[in-house]
């Protein structure tokens, strides 16, 4: 059964816009949730991660001021909307949920999506 379900990935032109959406069918509560990607030569990249408030985000500098993460009210979803992509940004995104509570993505284990590619012409 896949446990992080995610989906808005595809094909855009630079300057324009994707959002992505994941399900997850893991714990939550208290947990942090965000995405990471991986392009050719980068390796896994942190994107962007929240806390299960919902109130506290972080960004890479890269897409900072860019993109916009967020959890839907039932708070097995997260989003990650993305504006004015660049071809930088051409990598498959992967959704992410701490496996501990309180504790970031890019500080413990993580339940992983299956990513999803995206990907920026011109």
């Known amino acids: 059964q896949e446990q992080l379900v995610e989906s808005g990935g595809g094909l855009v032109q630079a300057g324009g816009s994707l959002r992505l959406s994941c399900v997850v069918s893991?714990?939550?509560?208290?947990?942090?949730m965000g995405w990471f990607r991986q392009a050719p030569g980068k390796g896994r990249e942190f994107v962007a991660d929240?806390?299960?408030?919902?109130?506290?985000?972080y960004y890479s500098d890269s897409v900072k001021g860019r993109f916009t993460i967020s959890r839907g009210n039932a708070k097995n979803t997260v989003y990650l909307q993305m504006n004015s992509l660049k071809p930088d940004d051409t990598a498959v995104y992967y959704c992410?949920?701490?496996?501990?509570?309180?504790?970031?993505?890019?500080?413990?284990?993580?339940?992983w999506g299956q990513g999803t590619q995206v990907t920026v012409s011109s």
């Open positions: 992410a949920v701490a496996q501990n509570p309180g504790v970031r993505v890019t500080t413990s284990a993580n339940y």
């Open positions: 893991v714990p939550t509560f208290n947990r942090y």
């Open positions: 929240i806390s299960w408030t919902g109130t506290i985000p």
